[in-house]
């Protein structure tokens, strides 16, 4: 799914109790609901499959009198900030609003803080339901340029409603790590079972996830059962960047390797990971790719 976020912007923008903007997923466009009919389509209402269409953010989602709170309490000069606050108090707020910009002659600043806060709304609106976005001047597909700060990425919580964009990501793990065909109907089955007990995190990069992270409770530990990053995307932080995030919200994290992740295990050393409190051995067969073996029952990497 692709979309361009100028057109998402706008969408946002102007959004009433008239008019409702959708996201069509089999055309990849966005389509209007005015007064409670799609206008100028090419399907009829009782067609639509509602599964096909993901709602944009309402008025009421946007918050119009949020923004301008924010942008009033964090206004840098004090006695401007003072004026801004008083004047979105009680009704007649925004005339108020407005009133105290041409005075200060600060409304432009209003506006581009206005566009900021609209900009950052439709991004997140994309990244919740894992749609990649990009501008008119930019290609969205194909070949595009790689970025190489990990701050260029966002880490998003995986729900309900953006899993399947790291389905076939997690099929190449799971092949990985089981020296198995991938297999994405396994995969999504598993992530599905995840969303009821485990915490996920996936890397977007404009709404294309390219890593994830998940994370079950095992007892009083927490427990990484699979870190994946793109191999196009490795060696960007974006791994450390998604430890991070699970770092804020958990205690006591443990991970669950295979000896033949040695990359894995290059990563754990380099955020301070090096103690294994037990290991499981079995029989070797074909299928193993050593990363260490026993010998007079020592460790040998």
């Keep these: 799914m692709r979309v361009n976020l ?39 209402d ?13 008025k009421y989602e946007i918050d119009q009198y949020g ?14 900030r003072d004026w801004l606050v008083n004047s979105i108090k009680g009704k007649g707020a925004f005339r108020r609003f407005r009133a105290v910009l041409q005075r200060f002659y600060i409304a432009d600043k209003w506006h ?25 001047n930019e290609e969205i597909r194909g070949m595009r340029i790689r970025r190489s700060k990990a701050d260029d990425y966002r880490i998003i919580a995986v729900t309900e409603d953006n899993y399947r964009n790291i389905t076939f990501m997690h099929a190449d793990f799971l092949a990985f790590m089981n020296h198995e ?27 294309r996830f390219i890593a994830y992270l998940i994370c079950e409770e095992d007892d009083d530990l927490n427990v990484v059962e699979a870190l994946y990053v793109k ?5 960007k ?52 790719k050593e990363a260490f073996t026993l010998q007079d029952t020592e460790l040998t990497f």
Aim: glycine share 4%.
């Design 6 to 44: 100028d057109e998402v912007i706008q969408a946002i923008y102007g959004a009433d109790d008239e008019v409702e903007a959708y996201y069509y997923v089999p055309e990849e466009r966005l389509v209007y609901r005015i007064s409670g009919h799609f206008d100028g389509e090419m399907f009829d």
């Design 46 to 58: 009782e067609d639509l499959d509602t599964d096909d269409l993901i709602a944009l953010p309402d």
């Design 67 to 80: 923004i301008m709170r924010d942008f009033a309490e964090n206004y840098p000069e004090s006695n401007t």
């Design 112 to 136: 581009e803080f206005e566009e900021e806060a609209y900009r950052t709304k439709a991004i997140a609106w994309c990244e919740e339901y894992g749609i990649e976005y990009g501008s008119e």
């Design 181 to 207: 065909k991938a297999d994405p109907d396994a995969a999504e089955e598993e992530l599905r079972d995840y969303l009821n007990y485990a915490t996920m995190y996936a890397a977007s990069d404009k709404g």
């Design 231 to 235: 191999p196009e995307y490795r060696r």
């Design 237 to 288: 932080k974006i791994a450390t960047k998604l430890f991070a995030q699970l770092v804020k919200d958990k205690e006591d994290i443990v991970f669950d390797i295979r000896p033949h992740c040695s990359e894995m295990l290059r990563f754990l050393q380099s955020i301070g990971y090096s103690s294994a409190e037990t290991i499981r051995i079995r029989r070797k067969n074909e299928k193993d």
